[in-house]
């Protein structure tokens, strides 16, 4: 494959003007993008922050002229290379979508057709807009592999979407987003899913590419520390407006609106440690626990206890075991060997053989609401639910508890309580499966990665709700994560899990004191920082490393 090179990044590619779009809720139209202004050059990395809601995605797509179902471009204009997209016929569109303007959305998982193999999804535009024939196309899938550090680049192409890792799936989708070697590419929120050190790699992936080949970028994410270190520019949009925009550096060093450095302050919450009881039996406690699926041993020998009122965080890479613990102690999935106690009672290991007030007891608060709520039925039937199973309560007395429990969760009951899920944020939808949790009046409550698919300030209020109620109602938590930022805010103890082992445990400030265990020191040394030369600086110490 020939590589065009062209890093001019005084040549405008780009240009939106007074760009408005409206969204179609509750029975009328309303502005989601208030007339947006952008820049991007050839080579140029534009980064696009902000909350959830304010519409960096929908900017995004529009870039490619196109608005997601319920969407409408309704003023403005979109000048991709002096062409303006808005009113762009569909021919217009097809021959640049593609092979020009490229997408790599946040979950590769998704995006990929699961019955076809990576390398034939990845060479179907090059084809499909006749820019190379298929051995050329191959060939380039191969060296754009290559270039993206991916394991076995001659044959990874071969294989399903479900048999390589999300990282190397993250990586594939970049790929094939550059086989036809577009000069712009829209990176909406790529790294969003991965933990910290898969994350690593993917970013300075992403970035080798996008310098290699000149392309220009709109890098959208929530995380700013993730944006300093691919973008040149960076935008803050909030509630479908610009609030403003600077070079990295300048707006790293000295932000000028107060809604940006509410931004920078996000990571700087954190709860008081509380220390763990000595006398106490714990209220969950693992003993020696193997398990797996079928032939496949993913825990091995693992240990650790949860004291009432305490959180315990639990961190590792994707495939350390932290979900199957999980699994293991809610009973969807019986240990192998070992035992999992409960106030120091053997817990059977299939959910099916404990008792209805042990099922009350223990409860479990997902990553994606999406999937954990039924769409079809109200805000208030989802809450009342636990209250009807556990409690047998009915008619008015659960809509009063309904109502109290929302009003818990900071949402308005009378707003919330007659709607569907389809009608929440990301961050309310999250607020519901808490208050569903709570409605069961647990003592214990699993947390499996129920902030990483939030933005920083959405993150941000739903653990100072966890840690409101726990101070509130006495609960304790496991609290799963991949997020070295979220467990040094609410952690009292941690775990540290790696390919099913428990190689690291401690309270939080011994955890977060040097000197660290190596694998510790891994997943600490790889959370991001507000430098730009961040990035740089942690390849430069692990090359060093590596070749010592």
């Given at each position: 494959m020939t590589i065009t090179q062209n890093n001019d990044k005084t040549d405008l590619l780009l240009e939106i003007r007074d760009l408005r779009i409206a969204g179609h809720s509750e029975d009328a139209w309303q502005d989601i993008v208030k007339g947006i202004d952008l820049t991007l050059h050839r080579g140029e990395i534009l980064g696009l922050i902000g909350e959830s809601g304010a519409g960096k995605s929908t900017l995004g797509l529009a870039a490619m002229g196109y608005c997601k179902d319920g969407c409408k471009i309704t003023g403005g204009q979109?000048?991709?290379?002096?062409?303006?997209?808005?009113?762009?016929?569909?021919?217009?569109?097809?021959r640049l979508r593609g092979v020009r303007i490229a997408y790599v959305a946040q979950s590769a998982a998704a995006s990929f057709n699961p019955a076809h193999r990576l390398i034939d999804q990845h060479i179907e535009a090059a084809l499909h807009h006749g820019v190379s024939d298929r051995a050329t196309a191959r060939a380039g899938a191969i060296e754009l592999y290559r270039s993206l550090n991916m394991p076995d680049p001659e044959h990874i192409g071969e294989r399903y979407p479900h048999q390589v890792s999300g990282g190397q799936l993250q990586r594939a989708m970049t790929a094939m987003a550059m086989a036809c070697q577009p000069d712009l590419i829209i990176f909406d929120e790529p790294t969003t899913a991965l933990d910290v050190t898969t994350q690593i790699e993917v970013l300075a992936s992403i970035r080798a590419v996008v310098e290699k080949f000149g392309t220009a970028a709109l890098y959208i994410s929530h995380d700013l520390a993730v944006v300093a270190q691919m973008a040149d520019?960076?935008?803050?949009?909030?509630?479908?407006?610009?609030?403003?925009?600077?070079?990295?550096?300048?707006?790293?060093?000295?932000?000028?609106?107060?809604?940006?450095?509410?931004?920078?302050?996000?990571?700087?919450?954190?709860?008081?440690?509380?220390?763990?009881?000595?006398?106490?039996?714990?209220?969950?406690?693992?003993?020696?626990?193997?398990?797996?699926?079928?032939?496949?041993?993913?825990?091995?020998?693992?240990?650790?206890?949860v004291y009432k009122g305490q959180t315990v965080a639990v961190i590792g890479e994707s495939g350390s075991g932290k979900s199957t613990t999980a699994r293991v102690i809610s009973g969807l999935l019986a240990p192998g060997s070992g035992e999992v106690r409960y106030n120091g009672e053997v817990l059977p290991g299939d959910y099916r053989k404990r008792d209805k007030?042990?099922?009350?007891?223990?409860?479990?608060?997902?990553?994606?609401?999406?999937?954990?709520?039924?769409?079809?039925?109200?805000?208030?039937?989802?809450?009342?639910?636990?209250?009807?199973?556990?409690?047998?309560?009915?008619?008015?007395?659960?809509?009063?508890?309904?109502?109290?429990?929302?009003?818990?969760?900071?949402?308005?009951?009378?707003?919330?309580?007659?709607?569907?899920?389809?009608?929440?944020?990301?961050?309310?939808?999250?607020?519901?499966?808490?208050?569903?949790?709570?409605?069961a009046e647990p003592d214990f409550i699993i947390c499996d990665e129920v902030t990483s698919a939030l933005d920083q300030l959405v993150a941000e209020g739903i653990l100072k709700l966890l840690n409101r109620v726990q101070e509130q109602f006495g609960v304790s938590y496991l609290f799963i994560t991949h997020d070295?930022?979220?467990?040094?805010?609410?952690?009292?103890?941690?775990?540290?899990?790696?390919?099913?082992?428990?190689?690291?445990?401690?309270?939080?400030?011994?955890?977060?004191?040097?000197?660290?265990?190596?694998?510790?020191?891994?997943?600490?040394?790889?959370?991001?920082?507000?430098?730009?030369d961040w990035l740089d600086k942690l390849l430069e110490r692990r090359a060093v490393v590596a070749g010592a």
């Open positions: 979109v000048r991709f290379d002096g062409e303006d997209l808005v009113g762009a016929s569909e021919e217009t569109l097809r520019r960076i935008m803050v949009l909030r509630h479908g407006k610009l609030v403003e925009e600077a070079e990295t550096r300048q707006m790293l060093a000295a932000p000028q609106e107060s809604y940006t450095q509410s931004l920078w302050a996000v990571r700087l919450f954190q709860t008081a440690p509380k220390p763990r009881p000595d006398a106490e039996v714990p209220l969950v406690e693992l003993r020696n626990v193997t398990a797996g699926y079928g032939a496949k041993q993913v825990l091995e020998d693992v240990s650790f206890s007030d042990m099922l009350r007891k223990v409860q479990m608060i997902y990553q994606i609401p999406d999937t954990a709520i039924n769409p079809r039925q109200t805000i208030g039937e989802i809450i009342g639910r636990p209250m009807k199973f556990y409690h047998g309560l009915g008619g008015s007395a659960v809509r009063t508890k309904v109502k109290e429990l929302l009003q818990l969760v900071e949402l308005d009951p009378d707003r919330f309580i007659d709607r569907r899920p389809a009608e929440l944020s990301g961050g309310q939808k999250q607020r519901i499966c808490i208050a569903r949790a709570l409605a070295v930022a979220t467990v040094r805010a609410i952690a009292d103890q941690v775990v540290v899990m790696q390919a099913g082992q428990v190689v690291d445990s401690g309270c939080r400030a011994t955890i977060f004191t040097p000197p660290h265990q190596d694998y510790t020191d891994l997943l600490l040394s790889s959370e991001p920082e507000m430098d730009p």
